[in-house]
């Protein structure tokens, strides 16, 4: 089993950068893709970027593409969201996700269903 433990959120103002941390631990040699989502009040969960745990594929929705930035560090079984040029749109609770399922295709690990190991969240509050 997969432990997922997240940090980082807090306070910022639009234009400011925060970076969030996910720190897997436990099985993780299991893990295929790991997955940021992000909820905001009254909203769906969103999907918000993947990245394959053991190569550099990554993905973006497009409202984030060109600010946030997806990273990992195998070494500290780790992945890290960078995000730049933040909006009070980007207000939400944060969550990373894993899941060991493998698809030839990408466009699944954009649906929060494929995952099934979660985070706690951690709130990123975007104020003007």
């Known amino acids: 089993q997969v432990q997922l433990v997240e940090s980082g959120g807090g306070p910022a103002h639009t234009g400011d950068s925060l970076t969030l941390s996910c720190v897997a631990s436990?099985?993780?040699?299991?893990?295929?893709?790991m997955g940021w989502f992000r909820q905001a009040p009254g909203k769906e969960r969103e999907f918000v970027g993947f990245?394959?745990?053991?190569?550099?594929?990554?993905r973006y929705v497009d409202s984030v593409r060109g600010r946030f930035t997806i990273s990992r560090d195998i070494s500290k079984s780790a992945v890290y969201l960078q995000m730049n040029s933040l909006k009070p749109e980007d207000t939400a609770v944060y969550y990373c996700?894993?899941?060991?399922?493998?698809?030839?295709?990408?466009?699944?690990?954009?649906?929060?269903?494929?995952?099934?190991?979660w985070g706690q969240g951690t709130q990123v509050t975007v104020s003007s």
């Open positions: 996700a894993a899941t060991e399922a493998y698809s030839a295709g990408t466009s699944v690990y954009e649906k929060s269903y494929i995952y099934d190991v």
């Open positions: 436990g099985r993780t040699d299991s893990i295929y893709v």
């Open positions: 990245t394959r745990w053991s190569s550099t594929l990554i």
